[in-house]
């Protein structure tokens, strides 16, 4: 698995990732996607918009019947009226307990800001526990094996040890300090000179405000949403009578959403804005749980099939204790990165928590009809949802750590991103072998034939071998040269950026070949 410092730096080498507004120094949690990155987000996003949506024809596995189920796809706003966050449960809910450092002015979400007792043991054995002082470092609550030091942490464990000659160090997890002001009072937190800098935890909502009109009072504030699926269920209605879907099927919606972290951090992982990809998927009741099974199988291959490493990616089953009060089940597919196993999605079985939720805060009726149910009495519902919730940003950078390797190729080492060709930003780079001979113009007619078609990517300069491993580092799948046999005898080579390995095939197959191989 390669470094973090090793994909960011390509990120921004190669135009992939940038930070926000990096001229002014860039705005914490907001990242800009460039001229690469655009193209490997947006092909994510369309690929998932046509196996779940567009191209979606799946049977209903669950119930048996022969024709697929519905997949609908919606494009909901981004503010709605605030009632909407109300009934969802974000207004009253949707927050992260937070501490603020008074001197550094830091602020931390408490259930990742472990705090650790000093302990030293005795060459007997005998162990005197040091309680002049706590420390408090970004970390797992309870575990001390990751705890990184801060500079006045350094300091004081060196003095106190002077005192503790000839005994063994250790630290030893102090789980709810934070919440205790005894204790509280005695932490050294990150970065501060003292200890008990740290406010108490309070809960903090992570949906940002806004006013809408003119007047910034409250009757006009509102939200940027913090997902897309509240979009979902307040279409349930307008969906069902328009689009004729019946049950089970499932609403679409890719779009950005945002949360305001305390603390964003692992490049895009965590950020204040992102897009997520989500389905809303409607069920009976007594199919629920089939359908849940169905929806957590079918996400999880939709990574593989998209070329990610099997070893690398799994699905975690949640504990009872994990769940919200409503949900019958969830799942997340995580995968391996570099700083550690983290989700990328989740799939949650929410019962019919939210229809009924917006049902009552609404007055307005949204259950489903089922106009060929013979039993009078069970035609009117309130369907099950199953929903498949994604982060495309997430996605995009597990695509890219996945993909990245550094092989050596003729005695030479080289950076490729092995993506997979419908997720790759460029499909194929045209090359003339050298820049005379007719072979630019020759090129430039290739380049615009097979443009037609996909992304392709025209370059004349420098020496062909830096071209290639420019392409390389792209994750440009094909690389199309023309020397002097394409004017003599119309064939070009084609290098395969995997294996390097290179077929001479004629100009006029050429669109076909590397179709067949893009899906194109
Ligand atoms: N509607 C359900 C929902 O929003 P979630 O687990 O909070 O569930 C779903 O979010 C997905 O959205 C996550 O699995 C992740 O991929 C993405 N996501 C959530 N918060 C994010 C953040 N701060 N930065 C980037 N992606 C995020």
Not at 55 to 60: A, I, L, N, Y
């Amino acid at each position: 698995m390669e470094s973090m410092e090793k994909i960011v730096s390509l990120c921004k080498r190669r135009g992939f990732i940038f930070q926000s507004s990096e001229i002014y120094g860039g705005l914490n949690g907001a990242w800009d996607y460039g001229p690469l990155g655009v193209e490997l987000k947006r092909n994510l996003k369309q690929a998932w918009w046509d196996d779940m949506i567009a191209h979606h024809d799946e049977t209903q596995a669950v119930t048996g019947a022969p024709s697929p189920f519905g997949m609908v796809g919606l494009d909901s706003a981004l503010l709605m009226n605030p009632k909407v966050w109300e009934a969802s449960g974000h207004v009253g809910g949707f927050s992260d307990p937070m501490v603020d450092d008074r001197e550094t002015r830091a602020r931390y979400r408490a259930d990742q800001l472990a705090v650790f007792a000093l302990e030293f043991v005795a060459a007997d054995g005998g162990v005197t526990s040091y309680d002049g002082v706590l420390f408090a470092a970004p970390g797992e609550i309870g575990k001390t094996d990751d705890v990184e030091l801060f500079e006045p942490h350094r300091k004081r464990i060196a003095s106190i040890q002077k005192n503790h000659a000839g005994k063994q160090l250790r630290v030893a997890a102090v789980p709810n300090a934070l919440q205790d002001e005894m204790l509280r009072a005695k932490v050294l937190a990150p970065g501060a000179s003292a200890p008990g800098t740290l406010t108490a935890p309070r809960a903090f909502n992570l949906m940002f405000k806004t006013h809408v009109g003119a007047l910034e009072d409250n009757s006009s504030i509102t939200y940027l949403r913090p997902e897309t699926a509240q979009g979902i269920f307040v279409n349930f209605k307008n969906v069902c009578d328009t689009a004729r879907v019946r049950v089970p099927f499932g609403i679409g919606q890719v779009g950005k959403a945002f949360r305001n972290e305390i603390n964003p951090r692992n490049f895009t992982f965590r950020s204040r804005e992102f897009e997520q990809m989500e389905i809303e998927f409607f069920c009976r009741a007594n199919e629920s749980a089939d359908w849940y099974r169905y929806w957590r199988e079918r996400r999880y291959n939709w990574y593989l099939a998209l070329g990610m490493r099997r070893e690398n990616l799994h699905l975690r089953e949640h504990e009872k204790d994990e769940l919200a009060h409503y949900a019958a089940g969830c799942a997340d597919v995580e995968y391996d990165f570099p700083f550690g196993r983290s989700e990328l999605e989740g799939i949650a079985n929410r019962a019919d928590f939210d229809l009924r939720q917006h049902m009552q805060t609404s007055g307005k009726d949204l259950r489903y009809f089922d106009d060929q149910e013979p039993d009078e009495q069970a035609r009117r519902y309130l369907p099950h949802v199953i929903e498949p919730s994604a982060g495309a940003d997430r996605g995009a950078l597990a695509f890219l750590c996945d993909a990245y390797h550094e092989d050596e190729i003729g005695g030479e080492m080289r950076t490729v991103l092995k993506l997979h060709p419908r997720l790759a930003p460029i499909k194929t780079a045209v090359f003339p072998l050298v820049k005379k001979d007719g072979m630019p113009e020759k090129a430039l007619a290739i380049y615009r034939t097979l443009k037609r078609h996909f992304n392709v990517y025209y370059d004349e300069k420098g020496a062909i071998g830096r071209r290639y491993r420019r392409q390389d580092e792209a994750g440009t799948p094909f690389c199309v040269t023309v020397d002097g046999d394409t004017l003599t005898a119309g064939t070009v080579t084609v290098r395969e950026r995997d294996s390097c390995e290179q077929v001479r095939i004629g100009v006029s197959e050429l669109q076909p070949y590397l179709g067949d191989r893009i899906g194109a």
